[in-house]
């Protein structure tokens, strides 16, 4: 029994022109980016899943570039939670889950579930969609994150819930989505996206400091004191939980050397 999970720092994608120099050497050719960026990565959250469907042929391509003990996580397509009624996903779902995901193995990390800002919390509905979600596909073990923009998600109730399923609150670190830390499953997904481009490493130094105890916190099995609650009622079990952290967004062009920082001091 470890005293720590594992810690994944990592982007989202891998096809951006701007890192073409900056990330990847001048000279590397399109089709070798994600050999690359995999060996210089732990993981990656895949973005395209969310807009449109894959074939199987396409996951085990991926699994193949990729060396032993790196992660996709993926972002589940719109089509099931961009809708009025979330409990009646359930075709959406199915679909998404039996498009390939599962050719990934064990290369396959957290699945995204990402809600629109303007998608209020009903507890009724949301714990419909929540029973969607299984634990396998395929033989492949399955962890589910949830990524919510609304503030009417900041209540224990949210979190409850969360916790019941086994499905992990996505904290993301956002200027305008609310900040949810609360340690709902057994590992985390952070998503830090207020970088910027004029910084080397997209987060200052002493940030990514900060970032990197808060990382080793998750992983040990704590949680960080420093950041807001849906629920600071709860006392989470204190065992080691594998964590993920994507930098994305805002300073996407530093993104890369913000992850390897991060690797660097975890």
Partial sequence: MTSSGTIRAGIGGWTFE?????????DLPKKRQLEYASRQLPTIEVNGTYYSAFKPAT?????????????FSLKAIRFATNRRVLAEAGESVTRFL?????????????????FAP?????????????????????GVRLRHVLEVRHASFVVPEFAALARKYGAAICYAHHFTYPEIADVTADFVYARLQRGE????TAYTPSDLDQWASRATTWAEGGMPGDLPLAD?????????????????????????????ALMERV
Avoid: C, M
Wanted: avoid cysteine; glycine fraction near 8%.
């Fill in 118 to 138: 303007t998608k209020k919390f009903d507890p009724e509905d949301f714990e419909g969609f929540l029973k969607l979600l299984p634990e396998k596909q395929d």
């Fill in 197 to 200: 481009d004029s910084i080397p």
């Fill in 18 to 26: 701007p890192w073409e120099g900056t990330f990847y050497p001048g």
């Fill in 59 to 71: 996951f085990a391509k991926w699994a193949s570039e990729t060396p032993e003990g790196f992660v």
């Fill in 98 to 114: 039996e498009s390939g995901v599962a050719e990934l193995g064990d290369k396959l990390g957290p699945i995204l579930w990402q």
């Fill in 232 to 260: 600071e009622t709860v006392k989470i079990e204190p065992r080691p939980r594998d964590v993920f952290v994507y930098f994305i967004h805002e300073g996407k062009i530093r993104a890369p050397q913000a992850a390897r």
